[in-house]
């Protein structure tokens, strides 16, 4: 039977999840023998295959345009998909920005801060993507399996990862379960 | 007694208790938010919910009082589905950010009570409206977006303090934490002390010097007693790292049952002052550092010489030392040096005799706690002894009267039904005695306490006026005394004179006090002052031999209360190594005059 | 009628970044952009919460070097308060700091920039990573492995967690070293110098076999600046703010509190990430570049002996000049994580790093603070203004990264036009723009103080938009 594939990505977040799980250390080398590691943020391959994976992992919540893109790609090509860490269970910490208009952030961080010259300005080019109230992944599609914390503990993630590589899903509860 | 099935336990309960303590009774913990041990059920958050075969929905288990055969079940599926509902919620409700929330991690009750739920995500998301931090006090910090409005603050502020600053406005999802009638809570009715940071079960109420020093797991706890005043409040004191991070009200301290006074939980966290760091000699014109034995020499030498030459010794001390000290400084001071002594209260001499102490009448916080009536004399309890105002004002809504006395307006006056004042204060209590409103509530009461102290307990005309009408309305007496060991020093007679004109030489055991200018400048002119301190000041500066102390936090000792209970104050933090314990010094002062005294406290005071 | 190539997402970067090349008619690159594709706000959603929250909020900017803000926040929130540290903590602080560059800097040359230099470029994307690397070099992958290890320990050693610790307050921090936890680090330090240097042989060697790569990569130049001591060393932690020009003199010497005197940044409308530049020579003439090639070229020389050696011979690669070449930030960044090595054994040496005196608590409200570190991709600014109720006010965030933004464009650039030929554009040429990027080990979630993503799709298109070929990795 091949290994199944996992495939995993970033959004509105601070790769602090993707960070936790190299925190398993040496257990990677183990884990690649269990599992197919496809596209990710630290490898170059740079989409979830055409063909599908059997696990998505998402990090970070939903903050604009090309977040949602991304985010229904990665569903649509997984049979399972995580929610990795707070930003992608609930928002996170980036979800404080809710609290103000996206005009009051934009106009803040690229025209009224001290440090920025006269000639500020707020990007718009047709490149960069919209910026949107930022959201938990699962406002946008369906979530399977939800991992909380801050990051979540190494230990966490590899008990994830592990299980699901034995065709088994997690059951997280207790110690496995932080919200900090 | 009723029986109860709960979980197929069956178990007998007296009437009128809750499912709640039935189920704990049991052996039972039913998961809960809003509720506390100290505080009346309230059944706001919903949690407790459980099943009661017949009941038509679940039911709360803190408010329902159990019937006769009744059938609960803690657990099952609709329950936890029902638990996991009231979490989604409450989490919905306002802003919770787990992430770096200070309690987060294991302090936070509601992040417990979701992983005991093995709660992963929220299946309901909050609107992100945004909510307010209010940091206009000194002391306690309120953010809006954790609060999960179960009341306890509101709750606390009420039945435990008697304050009623704390509130709740609007109703629904508008309801929001106020105080007053929506003052910011520095500028508000709020006294400071603190109860409801204590309650509050997430990181809504917090104090400002603790975030962040380290969780309940990290932190060492020190049951102790504080040192402000004489009612002598059990503390927790949690440190770590030899570091002071929080103080708490002890809840199962009997004197205080958790509740704190300002001065006793966040005045400490404010220390700015500056240690004496060595022992100093004056010579050469200016304080030398020098060696312990040095300055034990230049003690003995010159005190000695004083009392064999028929001078004047004067001695202080502080009313925050242990009675080990005060008993070590009685038999040096007053017994052999026949030294002139005063207590220091609050960094101000106090001198003079307690005449109401003489005559020995005391009763206990449990009679002011079940007063329905209670008359405080001569002293302003909102300011001083807070925590017998607390024991007071609670118990006013219930149908408690309260008559003030005193020389001028005072924190109670607001709260009283008869408030009576005078500048002379004898004038005062005799016009009590003529005032018709107030006698006819003293008549009509049941447990009538007199709560006096200050003035009145030193003015030989208020104390007999003061004591007449007790015996009329037989009413019982509570004398604040002033200062942690006040009674202490009173029944070792360490109060005995305010005059202090023509001493040879000072004697001061400051402890960790600061004394006032005016203290400062009584003993400018003493030839020869010795100070005993933990803390640089004015006064040390202008000593002739300096000796360092360890503070309230670093000693062992007793202290009597106000009621004559003693208790045991436990060292919190390790003192610096060049400054020594307050009573080892005195001992070592008494062994180098060739004293002989007695460490037996306990037979001196009975 | 031009092209225009997308690369979308850059990968084995932190952060979302996406390239376009324009192309010519002749198939010569006529521009490259480095667009940084996200924005979260943190300079304006702080706003509002307490200052001694913020070493807590600030470190969800960035998931890799989380310490820096960690750091930098508590520093800033000391001046706004009017409180110094004791000497202990300060050391403390530096400590979990040097665990920090060693576990980033260490990753990055390993995991992140390692699979180009060891696998090579053009080497199938597909085992062109980490896990490349375990497959064919599992002894080199476990040091690496064990040497990022390491530096997280010491992370939650002092902080009680790898990411996101909880360490430093204002005014301090809040726990101090054991005997055992300083033993237990001073144990492992041997095994992972030797892996450092271990690095340092791998560069080395593939730099004298590709000599001519490294001289035509993105060579260009620029200012250069960084945290120095008082004697111009190498300094991460504190020191002054020391800016040279292209020849390597010094232009500015200044405390970070001087920070808005002398940097200034510059906003385009074609990324969110902003470019700062030396306020002096205005824009594009004041850019500078940061990270381990601006520090190497803005300090003299390093404090601790065995970098130092490797220094001299690094710098002797221009005659002493600056150091211009991209590939060489590789090189850079290994001395200074030998140096963050061995200035954790002085800091564990040092008589106070046992102390329990580590928390300050006499306030002198000063009502504005700016605390700066040298985060392991550059100098890290947090400027808070804190009400006297200590509410933050307003604050601004200049973060590392962020300073090397314009080097980035201009890299991509440079390599862009020197390597790819359209319209049969290879997936090895988009590697090396994408390597021009890689080289700067961008934080690109902290440079935006929003969250950065870094997925590719390679689209050819013509201006009107019309897809001529499509380029897909993964």
């Not at chain 1, 991304?70 to 995580?82: C, G, N």
């Not at chain 2, 797991?217 to 927790?236: A, I, M, N, Q, R």
Request: with cysteine; aromatic share 6%; charged share 25%.
């Amino acid at each position: 039977m091949a290994k199944p594939k996992v495939a995993s990505d970033w959004l509105c977040g601070c790769a602090g999840c993707h960070m936790s799980f190299l925190d398993i250390d040496e257990r990677i080398v183990k884990l690649i023998e269990l599992v197919d590691l496809r596209s990710t943020p630290v490898t170059d391959l740079k989409h979830p295959d055409a063909s599908g994976v059997d696990v998505g992992i998402l990090e970070g919540g939903i903050n604009n345009t090309a977040n949602e893109e991304v985010a229904k790609l990665m569903r649509k090509r997984s049979k399972i998909l995580i929610a990795l860490g707070d930003c992608a269970v609930f928002g996170g910490v980036p979800a404080m920005r809710n609290f103000f208009t996206i005009e009051e952030s934009l106009q803040r961080a690229y025209i009224d801060t001290e440090s920025t010259d006269s000639e500020g300005q707020i990007p718009s080019s047709p490149e960069l993507a919209k910026m949107t109230r930022v959201r938990a992944i699962h406002e946008v599609v369906p979530v399977d399996i939800y991992i909380p914390g801050c990051p979540p503990d190494a230990d966490i993630i590899f008990y994830a990862l592990s299980e699901l590589a034995q065709g088994r899903m997690p059951n997280l509860t207790e110690e496995k379960i932080m919200w900090n | 007694m009723v029986t109860v099935t709960i979980d197929d336990k069956k178990i007998e309960v007296p009437e009128g208790t809750t499912v709640l303590n039935a189920a704990r009774k049991a052996g039972i913990e039913i998961p809960t938010l809003c509720d506390h041990p100290q505080l009346q059920p309230y059944g706001g958050c919903r949690l407790c919910l459980v099943e009661v075969e017949g009941a038509r929905t679940l039911q709360p288990s803190c408010t329902m009082p159990v019937s006769d055969n009744m059938v609960v079940h803690t657990e099952n599926e609709k329950i936890r589905e029902s638990r996991k509902f009231v979490l989604s919620m409450i989490f919905s409700e306002r802003n919770h950010f787990c992430p770096y929330c200070q309690v987060s991690g294991g302090d936070c009750e509601l992040q417990n009570a979701a992983y005991d739920e093995g709660m992963t995500h929220w299946p309901l998301q909050p609107n992100w409206q945004p909510y307010p931090v209010d940091a206009s006090h000194p002391f306690i910090i309120i953010e809006h977006n954790r609060c999960i409005l179960c009341r306890r603050c509101v709750r606390a502020c009420g039945e435990l303090v008697g304050n009623f600053t704390l509130g709740i406005e609007e109703r629904g999802a508008n309801s929001k934490l106020m105080a007053d009638l929506g003052t910011p809570l520095g500028e508000s009715t709020c006294i400071g002390c603190g109860t409801c940071v204590q309650v509050c079960p997430t990181g809504a109420m917090i104090d400002r010097w603790s975030a962040y020093q380290g969780k309940e797991t990290e932190v060492e706890s020190h049951k102790t007693t504080c040192v402000g005043c004489s009612v002598g409040c059990s503390l927790d004191v949690l440190t770590r790292d030899n570091r002071l991070v929080r103080i708490e009200g002890d809840w199962e301290g009997t004197t205080n049952q958790g509740l704190l006074c300002e001065i006793g939980r966040f005045t400490p966290m404010g220390e700015e002052r500056n240690r004496v760091l060595t022992p100093m000699v004056r010579k050469d014109g200016g304080l030398k550092a020098a060696t312990w034995d040095e300055a034990y020499a230049v003690i003995a030498d010159k005190l000695g010489s004083v009392s064999e030459g028929n001078k004047q010794i004067a001695s202080f001390i502080s009313t925050r030392l242990p009675i080990e000290s005060m008993y070590f400084f009685k038999q040096i001071f007053k017994d052999n040096l026949k030294a002139k002594t005063a207590t220091i209260v609050n960094g101000y001499l106090k001198g003079s005799r307690n005449l109401v102490g003489e005559y020995g009448m005391a009763t206990s916080l449990d009679d002011v706690k079940h007063a329905d009536c209670a008359v405080v004399i001569g002293e302003d309890i909102t300011k001083d002894h807070q925590v017998v105002s607390f024991f007071v004002k609670r118990n006013l809504p219930a149908g408690t009267k309260l008559i003030t006395v005193s020389k001028e307006k005072d924190g109670l006056d607001n709260f009283a039904h008869v408030s009576i004042k005078n500048v002379k204060l004898a004038d005062a209590i005799k016009q009590l005695a003529s005032d018709l409103k107030a006698l006819e509530i003293m008549k009509a009461s049941q447990n009538l306490v007199f709560i006096f102290g200050g003035h009145a307990a030193e003015c030989e005309e208020c104390t007999k006026a003061m004591l007449d009408l007790a015996k009329q309305f037989s009413a019982k007496l509570l004398n604040t005394y002033d200062g942690a060991n006040g009674k202490t020093a009173q029944l070792f007679s360490l109060v005995s004179t305010d005059d202090f004109s023509k001493i040879d030489a000072a004697y001061v055991a400051l402890g960790d006090e600061t004394v006032s200018q005016a203290f400062t400048q009584t003993l400018e002119k003493v030839p020869f002052v010795v100070v005993q301190s933990s803390y640089i000041s004015s006064l040390t500066a202008n000593a002739d031999v300096v000796l360092p102390a360890h503070t309230w936090l670093e000693q062992n000792g007793h202290y009597m209360n106000m009621e004559g209970k003693l208790s045991e104050a436990k060292a919190s933090l390790s003192a610096p190594e060049s400054s020594a314990c307050n009573a080892d010094i005195l001992k070592n002062i008494a062994a180098k005059l060739g004293l002989n005294i007695s460490a037996d406290w306990q037979a001196a005071l009975q | 009628m031009t092209q225009k190539i997308t690369i979308e997402p850059v990968t084995r970067i932190e952060g979302h970044a996406k390239i376009t090349i324009n192309i010519k008619d002749d198939g010569s690159v006529e521009h490259a952009y480095l667009h940084i594709n996200e924005f979260r706000g943190f300079e304006k959603f702080c706003e509002g919460r307490m200052v001694f929250e913020m070493p807590l909020i600030t470190p969800r900017i960035c998931g890799i070097c989380p310490v820096s803000h960690h750091l930098a926040s508590a520093k800033a929130a000391d001046a706004a308060l009017g409180v110094e540290p004791p000497r202990p903590a300060s050391l403390l602080r530096e400590l979990m700091h040097m665990g920090q560059i060693i576990q980033s800097h260490g990753m990055h040359f390993f995991e992140l920039a390692g699979p180009d230099l060891l696998l090579g470029f053009d080497a199938d994307p597909a085992i062109r990573n980490v896990v490349g690397i375990i497959q064919s070099n599992p002894t080199l992958a476990l040091q690496a492995v064990n040497l990022r290890k390491f530096g997280q320990e010491i992370i939650k050693t002092t902080g009680g967690r790898k990411i996101h610790p909880n360490f430093a307050v204002p005014g301090g921090v809040n726990k101090a070293l054991t005997v055992e936890e300083r033993d237990d680090i001073l144990s492992k330090l041997d095994e992972n110098i030797a892996t450092i240097k271990a690095g340092l042989e791998i560069f080395k060697g593939w730099a004298a076999q590709n000599v001519g790569q490294i001289n035509e990569f993105a060579v260009f130049s620029s200012g250069y600046m960084g945290l120095v001591t008082p004697e111009n060393s190498l300094e991460l932690y504190d020191g002054k703010i020391r800016m040279v020009d292209k020849t390597g003199s010094q232009l500015e010497l200044f405390p970070a509190s001087n920070y808005l005197e002398n940097i200034a940044e510059h906003v385009e409308d074609w990324s969110y990430l902003k470019f700062p530049y030396y306020r002096k020579m205005g824009w594009p003439a004041g850019v500078y570049r940061v990270g381990p090639l601006g520090r190497l070229n803005t300090c003299e020389k390093i404090d601790t002996p065995m970098a130092q050696e490797e220094f001299i011979q690094y710098r002797k690669m221009n005659d002493g000049k600056p150091i211009e070449n991209t590939l060489h930030f590789h090189y850079a960044r290994l001395i200074e994580t030998l140096f963050a090595a061995e200035k954790v054994r002085t800091l564990l040496e040092d008589a106070d790093i046992l102390s329990k005196d580590i928390l300050n608590t006499h306030h002198n409200y000063q009502g504005e603070g700016i605390g700066v570190i040298e985060a392991p991709r550059g100098t890290l600014f947090h400027h808070y203004w804190v009400k006297k109720n200590g509410q933050i006010e307003k604050l601004n965030l200049i973060v590392a990264t962020g300073n090397n933004n314009w080097a980035m464009c201009e890299a991509v650039d440079s390599v862009a036009k020197r390597y790819v030929k359209g319209p049969d554009v290879t997936e090895g040429m988009l590697n090396r723009v994408e390597a021009a990027v890689r080289a700067h080990d961008p934080c690109l979630s902290c440079s935006t103080h929003a969250v950065g993503q870094m997925p590719m799709v390679v689209d050819v298109r013509d201006l009107q938009g019309n897809l001529l070929n499509t380029i897909k990795r993964g």
